[in-house]
């Protein structure tokens, strides 16, 4: 999707490309038995493991890092990445499609130089088309949670592919991955699934007009809700404008019914429904930020706008197809303990493959065609492919532990670059929540979008090239969230780490 990580920063700008040596391979030079392809890892998955044999890897880990680490240190610039295969494709692709990319982020136009092309993908790791490997910080973008190509997952996904790929009518996989996701999520007792979260989005726009009988909505600054017309608008200097268009194309009539405020500000957000009484139908925003890099709310304030907008008759909705199932087994709302009336879902239900889903309170739910008036529809929707892998994913996050292993993994991650940053005398501020997390290079807090421009972007753009010639993939822009995820061990974590180091003091 294009995200406003691309409006925020599109300055283009490559740096001279250093002199190509032969494919070096960072990670297995490192670690010669995480190769992808075998069975022989470090460290095994924390679900499939005792706790004390997860201490004992942990011990064993830090000394085989820490011996690692002084061989590193007198290592003050990395090899030289690659990329000759990636540049070739990428060149041609820019003839084939617009950009090059069919996602503006991939371009790199944020961190400048040019994108990596991937060949193949497994378990935390990503390898590219020139040889060199990865560990994987993106998970396309959220999905891989259960890592890259999980053996689960595709067992079921092979079985189903025999039994077809897409009916074009009901199936019972549709009853079970909802009655799944009605079991997790507290606001969920219906749900209708659709094939992108920018589709979710904007149909819940449209159930929350069709059951207030109201036009307009409040957004955040700095949250992406998928690039449907009334969602691409920016706020302007006051505390909340009437928004205007972000996007060459859309309309200010498609517009001009958007309100924005600040994230994190409850105020404004009381000001404006002060000044359009009775006319919002609702308010949607992120309940972890991740559009904007990761800004985390104030509990107080997703409590503040489940008060305003009940006393106000109008709804509340939490896009959670990015915290969706990744930062608790119920999503953000059961990690705040604050529960909306309407959530968008994507990413992570899929397993992998394209799907969004929305769902609500059941009276509000059944506005939804053909139970009501509202009309909403989807060729794909619901096909059995995005179906199974969904269920397979949702039940290997239902096994004990594994929202604590990432906790402890990410937690241990973030630390990990903080005090990289802070030694090497940058200003940095960030954090993690379980499987999600993202820092700035300012010094902080960062509370919303305004904090996050203060950031040094070009810094963070030289921090992105350094890790990827260190062997690590991180989203390119600093305004996106990180992720971790099951396949990713302490090893994994250890070398990153390491790698922060190393590249905090190039830059």
């Known amino acids: 999707t294009a995200k406003l990580a691309d409006m925020a920063d ?8 250093r002199r190509s040596r032969a494919p070096p391979a960072p990670l297995n030079d490192t670690f010669p038995k995480m190769s992808a392809m075998s069975a022989n890892f470090a460290v095994a998955p924390a679900h499939v493991r005792s706790t004390a044999a997860i201490r004992r890897a942990g011990r064993a880990s830090a000394k085989r890092v820490i011996a690692r680490g002084v061989k590193a240190e007198a290592v003050k610039e990395a090899v030289a990445l690659n990329t000759t295969k990636s540049d070739a494709i990428f060149k041609a692709a820019q003839d084939i499609l617009p950009g090059g990319v069919n996602s503006p982020v991939r371009a790199f136009k944020s961190v400048g130089g040019g994108p990596i092309v991937f060949d193949h993908v497994k378990d ?7 040889g060199n490997k990865y ?4 998970g396309s973008w959220g999905p891989a949670i259960c890592g890259h190509a999980n053996e689960r997952v595709n067992e079921k996904l092979k079985a189903q592919i025999d039994k077809g790929t897409s009916f074009g009518a009901p199936c019972e996989l549709e009853n079970v991955l909802g009655q799944m996701v009605i079991d997790r999520v507290p606001s969920v007792e219906m749900v209708r699934f659709c094939n992108s979260g920018t589709e979710a989005c904007l149909s819940v726009l449209r159930v929350m007009r069709a059951y207030t009988g109201r036009d307009k909505i409040i957004k955040f600054e700095g949250c992406y809700h998928g690039h449907a017309d009334p969602f691409l608008v920016q706020a302007g200097s006051g505390v909340a404008t009437l928004g205007l268009p972000d996007s060459p194309g859309v309309p200010k009539a498609a517009t001009n019914t958007t309100l924005c405020a600040p994230y994190n500000d409850l105020e404004a957000v009381k000001k404006i429904f002060e000044e359009n009484k009775g006319e919002i139908a609702g308010v949607i925003l992120e309940p972890v930020v991740g559009n904007s890099g990761f800004i985390v709310p104030d509990k107080s304030f997703l409590e503040g706008l489940r008060e305003i907008t009940t006393a106000e008759g109008a709804l509340l909705t ?9 930062i608790s087994k119920g ?22 493959l394209p799907v969004g889903a929305y769902g609500g309170k059941r009276e509000i739910m059944d506005v939804v065609a053909p139970a009501g008036p509202m009309y909403q529809a989807g060729t794909l929707s619901g096909n059995p492919l995005a179906m199974v892998a969904g269920i397979e994913t949702l039940n290997i996050l239902a096994e004990e532990g594994s929202y604590e292993y990432m906790d402890k993994n990410t937690k241990r991650l973030i630390e990990g670059i903080l005090e990289a940053g802070k030694e090497a005398g940058h200003a940095v501020c960030g954090g993690s929540i379980r499987g999600m997390f993202g820092f700035f290079f300012c010094e902080g807090p960062v509370r919303n979008f305004a904090d996050a421009t203060e950031s040094d972007t070009d810094k963070f753009a030289r921090w992105h090239r350094g890790m990827l010639e260190e062997g690590v993939y991180l989203a390119p822009s600093q305004y996106e969230a990180g992720f971790t995820g099951l396949k990713h061990t302490e090893e994994d974590i250890e070398y990153t780490i390491e790698a922060a180091k190393r590249v905090m003091a190039r830059i």
């Open 10 to 17: 599109s300055s283009g700008r490559r740096r001279p490309a």
């Open 331 to 352: 999503c953000a709302q059961e990690y705040w303990g604050v529960t909306p009336d309407l959530t968008t879902m994507g990413k992570v239900i899929g397993g992998g």
């Open 124 to 130: 935390a790791y990503a390898f590219d088309v020139d």
């Open 318 to 326: 939490f896009d959670e197809v990015m915290t969706g199932f990744r």
């Open 135 to 138: 560990i994987d910080y993106v």
